[in-house]
């Protein structure tokens, strides 16, 4: 598995340069680091933890 350490905010930009470039779009990054189960797997399930279908359309 990757390092078990927060991001750099240095490193944070250089990622948020780098996507951002490759996708031709503005990017952001959350570093889920700190994030704990069940929390983590949800997010990374694509399950939506908070809001409504209609909030999240609105989006």
């Known amino acids: 598995m990757g390092v078990q350490a927060p ?3 240095d490193f944070k930009l250089q ?3 780098a ?3 490759e996708l031709g ?3 952001d990054i ?3 680091y700190p994030v704990p189960e069940p929390i983590a797997g949800q997010v990374f399930k ?4 908070i809001g409504s ?6 989006l």
Request: proline share 4%; with cysteine; charged share 10%.
């Open 7 to 9: 991001l750099t905010t």
């Open 15 to 17: 990622l948020i340069q």
């Open 19 to 21: 996507i951002g470039a």
């Open 25 to 27: 779009c503005p990017v």
């Open 30 to 32: 959350v570093d889920l």
């Open 46 to 49: 694509g399950i939506r933890l």
């Open 53 to 58: 279908d209609t909030a999240h359309a609105a």
